[in-house]
Structures are given as structure tokens and as C-alpha cells.
């Protein structure tokens, strides 16, 4: 499998928090991408990083990636309620037509 | 905005019967997926429809799965003899043009629930 796992698997915060989740990956890869899943919705695309990256910023959203320990963080500040949901990263096969491999994902819970 | 619309949201089947899942990709992409998400599992890669053909399939794609574009605007999943253990969320979902624009977008879902 070329993903690993996410951590934490759950996380439960207050509204205006910081919350900070953690995806392993295991092989080369040229860019990692977050998604957003609500409770039983379609995934949304947030952020793509690519490899030569190693930060990015959009709205609250920060995304860092190292690869020399093939991982990647996905920090969403000042949170609010409605970013309750799950979050999974997703890489990329380098030699592929782009399927995307997801970790288990984080769910996040936001407490108002 | 443009988005990604499948149809429809919920399919019950009994086990055995033909499933055609429907979706309507973004109008200028070229990259088509389906994935599905078992409930409380991750998300896994079924298949990758590029250039009216089939470019890449999973272990889970066996022959009971086929793909198709017919008419240049839908894009369909059909499990041609249901078991129990199809039964999940199925996602479609494509990516646009360019060779290096590698966000996919995804539709809402349609879950299949086979009895």
C-alpha cells in the first residue's frame, strides 16, 4: 500500500482552536493532496502540495510536507463548527493516470 | 461553479441483480474515476477512464465491473451481478485538462445497498 496512516484517527476541539492532523506516506510522490468528507457527502478537494513544496497556505487552511520523512500536516486554524467533518489525505501513483490512494482519515469534531 | 453530479443517490438491489450508476463529470475533463468508500473503510480506487478507454483498474474491478462513456457527457459504473459485499458508496469523479492539474473533483455519492 503506498499510504499510511493519518493521526489522530479522532480529534474534538473547541470552536477557535487550532487543529492539527498528520499523514504518513510511504512511497515517492509528486504532489499530496487533503480532502474533506461530510458525514456521508463526497469528498471536497482543499489543498495540493507538490513535492518540491514545503508549505502552502489557503485561507485557514496551512499544509506542510517533508519529504525526507515522507509526511505531511494539514493545520486548520481558528476552527469553526462547520469545519466538523472527516479529512483524508491522498497521494497520487507517480506512474499512473492520477488514482489517488486515502489514508483512513481524521475525523474532526468541533464543538461550538 | 461547475461540479461533478451522480445519480442517483441511493440504490437498493437484491444480490444478483444489474446496477448502472450514473455520472456527469465536469464538461471539459478528461481524466474519469470511480471510487468507492465500504462504510466506516477508506475510500479504494476502482478504475481510471482516459481517452474513451480504460487506463488503469484495481484488483477490486473484477469482470462482474464495466465502465462506459456512451454519449460525451455520462459516465457510467455498472456491477453486472451484485453480492452483499458491494454494497457501499460509490464515487465518481474526474480531473480536468491539463497533464499536471491534479485535483480531482468528486461527485456526492451514490450508495448502493445490496440485499
Known amino acids: 500500500s503506498q499510504q499510511g496512516e493519518e493521526d489522530p484517527q479522532a480529534l474534538s476541539i473547541q470552536e477557535g482552536e487550532n487543529a492539527t492532523m498528520n499523514c504518513s506516506y510511504k512511497t515517492s510522490i509528486n504532489n499530496l493532496q487533503w480532502y474533506r468528507q461530510n458525514s456521508g457527502r463526497g469528498l471536497v478537494h482543499l489543498i495540493l502540495i507538490r513535492s518540491n513544496e514545503r508549505e502552502k497556505h489557503s485561507g485557514r487552511l496551512r499544509v506542510t510536507l517533508d519529504t525526507s520523512k515522507k509526511s505531511s500536516s494539514l493545520l486548520i486554524t481558528a476552527s469553526r463548527a462547520a469545519d466538523t467533518a472527516s479529512y483524508f489525505c491522498?497521494?497520487?501513483?507517480?506512474?499512473?493516470?492520477?488514482?489517488?490512494?486515502f489514508g483512513q482519515g481524521t475525523i474532526l469534531t468541533v464543538h461550538p | 461553479e461547475p461540479e461533478v453530479t451522480q445519480t442517483p443517490s441511493h440504490q437498493v438491489t437484491q444480490m444478483g441483480q444489474e446496477v448502472i450508476l450514473r455520472c456527469v463529470p465536469i464538461s471539459n475533463h478528461l481524466y474519469f474515476y470511480w471510487y468507492r468508500q465500504i462504510l466506516g473503510q477508506k475510500v479504494e480506487f476502482l478504475v481510471s477512464f482516459y481517452n474513451n478507454e480504460i487506463s488503469e483498474k484495481s484488483e477490486i474491478f473484477d469482470d462482474q465491473f464495466s465502465v462506459e462513456r456512451p454519449d460525451g457527457s455520462n459516465f457510467t459504473l455498472k456491477i453486472r451481478s451484485t453480492k452483499l459485499e458491494d454494497s457501499a458508496m460509490y464515487f465518481c469523479a474526474s480531473r480536468g485538462r491539463l497533464r499536471d492539474s491534479y485535483e480531482q473533483y468528486f461527485g456526492p455519492g451514490t450508495r448502493l445497498t445490496v440485499t
Open positions: 491522498a497521494t497520487p501513483y507517480v506512474i499512473s493516470y492520477g488514482k489517488l490512494t
